[in-house]
């Protein structure tokens, strides 16, 4: 009789279209109608914008324990300095791996999404808490964060020990690539796509995930599923993300032929995305790294590696007023791969980059 009882809760759920529970605490909302709108689209010329390939060879950082630059080449003008060089190994001797995407909260808290190449499709959240970081007086010595985790003579320092306060790792859970945390400044959340994938830039599925974090546990608490079909087109979900601070969110792509940009609304149990109506000719580069929000000057970023492309958010509103004067772009040297960028409530963003995992700040708005 119970069994009997739990297969008719179960049955009534799914036909009521109530949560799919994975485990106790975790959630997939299933969204049945499509989370896409498309309109009319045109296309944009924004030859302002230089097209940068990835390079056959990264450059590698020999001296890792050293303060950084990354400078403009071509391009509005801007220098990343290191401001963090990220711990090697991590807690416990693991490792974390690659850093995939930087997320701020604000003046205090950092989140970084690690993806260890032997786990497909899995990673962790790594939480620093800045304040506590920087009155360390870390962003001086940034080899006292890089070694947090190597013990001397077989023990820690009281400094190591200071830092491992500011540190919460979280645990493993299925990330996809890992590329697209971002804080929603409208309600104070984390969310992320989980875009899992079969091989590189090759989905799983044609279905879209997105993840709400926790910020607590540092691990998704629900997720939504659902597709994105419109008038012909269909997009398998996106692998970056970002959010302005009215709360809309962004993403882009590109389909073969130009750059299309999506916005949109994330509730708890639904999505909602447009296709924009400009098509852009000119993309940064190669590959999609991420997207970003300066909150100050309210441009949106988008990024490849080596290059960053950058338009005020304002300028897809309706039917997209953007033109190539509203475009800015830079392409940087030496070439490593950019990860992501972020801001903590300033304009100078956050630039996280691979081949000695750091974080770096601008000397100006940016």
Not at 286 to 304: A, D, E, F, H
Request: aromatic share 12%; proline share 5%; charged share 20%.
């Amino acid at each position: 009789m119970k069994f009997l009882k739990a297969f008719l809760c179960f049955v009534l759920a799914i036909a009521l279209g109530a949560p799919i529970v994975a485990h106790a605490k975790y959630k997939v909302y299933h969204q049945r109608s499509s989370g896409l709108y498309r309109g009319s689209l045109r296309n944009l010329n924004n030859k302002k914008v230089h097209y940068v390939r990835v390079p056959r060879e990264y450059f590698h950082v020999s001296h890792t324990s050293k303060v950084h630059t990354i400078k403009s080449e071509r391009g509005k003008r801007v220098t990343f300095t290191t401001r963090y060089i990220l711990p090697l190994p991590g807690k416990n001797g693991q490792h974390w791996g690659n850093p995939q995407s930087i997320a701020m909260t604000g003046r205090k808290y950092m989140y970084i999404v690690y993806c260890p190449t032997n786990l497909r499709n899995k990673g962790r959240i790594v939480r620093f808490n800045t304040q506590m970081l920087d009155s360390l007086g870390v962003r001086l010595h940034p080899k006292e964060l890089r070694d947090a985790y190597v013990k001397h003579h077989h023990k820690y320092s009281v400094i190591q020990r200071q830092i491992h306060d500011a540190i919460k790792v979280g645990p493993l859970f299925t990330t996809g690539h890992g590329q697209s945390l971002a804080y929603n400044w409208k309600n104070k959340g984390l969310y992320m796509w989980r875009d899992k994938e079969r091989a590189p830039r090759v989905p799983v599925s044609n279905f879209g995930y997105i993840q709400h974090i926790k910020t607590k546990t540092l691990r998704p608490d629900h997720a939504i599923r659902f597709s994105l079909h419109s008038r012909g087109t269909r997009v398998p979900g996106g692998h970056d993300l970002t959010f302005d601070k009215s709360g809309n969110a962004y993403f882009w792509s590109f389909p073969g032929w130009g750059a299309y940009i999506f916005k949109g609304k994330i509730h708890t149990h639904s999505v909602k995305f447009r296709l924009t109506h400009q098509v852009l000719k000119h993309l940064p580069g190669t590959r999609i790294q991420s997207m970003g929000y300066n909150p100050v000057r309210k441009r949106l970023l988008m990024m490849s590696d080596a290059s960053i492309a950058s338009f005020p958010a304002k300028g897809l509103r309706g039917h997209g007023h953007l033109t190539n004067r509203s475009f800015e772009w830079t392409q940087f040297g030496p070439k490593r791969e950019f990860e992501g960028i972020a801001y903590d409530g300033s304009s100078k963003g956050n630039l996280l980059v691979n081949h000695c995992p750091e974080v770096l700040q601008a000397d100006r708005g940016y």
